[in-house]
């Protein structure tokens, strides 16, 4: 059985897509594309897929991933091709690498997320970035299953700045960009819980609601600071192979 792990992103319109959305439309790609998808057992056989740390409905994401099995061995970037062909405008399969490691979940330790805040001048952004990370904690209260929680919201974040908006997305009004890296914890702190601390701290209130994305997601590096892509241990390790076979085969030739 060979496993394929995947890159997905969520974009434009389409970040308004819930999981569950994005699971009908992939199952169905599954089928254009006819892919040799492996099935659970059982009454209700259903294709093996495992998903991994989905984004919230309504930010969008350029580093989502999941997992596939497969009856037959497939050449990932053909297959990638193929269901990209499938999948909506937004909902794109950006990179596949075969599964040659275990524990993808267990390698999407932190998130990089991006949060442009229109109506907010960055100065302002500036100063309530500074009072947040000034706090040694930031209590925040958010609705979960069970009611009504509260929890410390300053922790899990290891960086929060503010920048300019893109010379390529330029604007007239006030604009600001926070650039977030929040490492995944229990229990789990988005991008929402942040604002609503920068709200708590320094009474940071967009005019406007903010538009997230997701820029990355793997593990945190406690050394640089940054989120490493968690697809590099699989391609290292077919790299690795393909060396061994080479070499392998150089040393039964014949001098």
């Given at each position: 059985?060979?496993?394929?792990?995947?890159?997905?992103?969520?974009?434009?319109?389409?970040?308004?897509?819930?999981?569950?959305?994005?699971?009908?439309?992939?199952?169905?790609?599954?089928?254009?594309?006819?892919?040799?998808?492996?099935?659970?057992?059982?009454?209700?056989?259903?294709?093996?897929?495992?998903?991994?740390?989905?984004?919230?409905?309504?930010?969008?994401?350029?580093?989502?991933?999941?997992?596939?099995?497969?009856?037959?061995?497939?050449?990932?970037?053909?297959?990638?091709?193929?269901?990209?062909?499938?999948?909506?405008?937004?909902?794109?399969?950006?990179?596949?690498?075969?599964?040659?490691?275990?524990?993808?979940?267990?390698?999407?330790?932190?998130?990089?997320?991006?949060?442009?805040?229109?109506?907010?001048?960055?100065?302002?952004?500036?100063?309530?970035?500074?009072?947040?990370?000034?706090?040694?904690?930031?209590?925040?209260?958010?609705?979960?299953?069970?009611?009504?929680?509260?929890?410390?919201?300053?922790?899990?974040?290891?960086?929060?700045?503010?920048?300019?908006?893109?010379?390529?997305?330029?604007?007239?009004?006030?604009?600001?960009?926070?650039?977030?890296?929040?490492?995944?914890?229990?229990p789990a702190v988005r991008p929402d819980?942040?604002?609503?601390?920068?709200?708590?701290?320094?009474?940071?209130?967009?005019?406007?609601?903010?538009?997230?994305t997701r820029l990355a997601q793997g593990?945190?590096?406690?050394?640089?600071?940054?989120?490493?892509?968690?697809?590099?241990?699989?391609?290292e390790a077919v790299v690795t192979a393909?060396?061994?076979?080479?070499?392998?085969?150089?040393?039964?030739?014949?001098?």
């Amino acid at each position: 059985m060979q496993r394929i792990r995947l890159r997905y992103t969520k974009r434009g319109r389409l970040r308004f897509t819930s999981h569950r959305d994005f699971q009908r439309a992939f199952e169905r790609a599954l089928r254009r594309a006819e892919v040799p998808m492996a099935y659970s057992a059982g009454f209700t056989p259903h294709p093996k897929v495992s998903y991994a740390n989905a984004a919230p409905t309504g930010t969008g994401s350029e580093a989502e991933y999941l997992e596939i099995a497969l009856t037959a061995a497939r050449d990932p970037e053909t297959l990638r091709r193929l269901l990209d062909e499938s999948m909506p405008a937004g909902l794109d399969i950006v990179d596949a690498v075969e599964a040659r490691t275990s524990g993808l979940a267990d390698r999407l330790t932190a998130s990089v997320w991006e949060l442009r805040l229109d109506g907010v001048a960055l100065e302002e952004a500036e100063r309530a970035v500074a009072a947040f990370e000034a706090a040694e904690t930031v209590e925040v209260t958010r609705m979960a299953k069970n009611g009504l929680r509260t929890f410390d919201a300053r922790s899990a974040v290891a960086g929060l700045e503010a920048l300019r908006p893109q010379a390529d997305r330029p604007t007239d009004q006030p604009c600001a960009i926070l650039r977030l890296v929040v490492r995944h914890v229990t229990p789990a702190v988005r991008p929402d819980d942040v604002l609503s601390g920068l709200r708590a701290v320094a009474d940071l209130a967009p005019p406007v609601a903010a538009a997230v994305t997701r820029l990355a997601q793997g593990l945190f590096d406690e050394e640089t600071g940054t989120v490493t892509d968690p697809l590099a241990p699989d391609r290292e390790a077919v790299v690795t192979a393909h060396a061994t076979v080479t070499e392998a085969a150089a040393a039964k030739a014949p001098v």
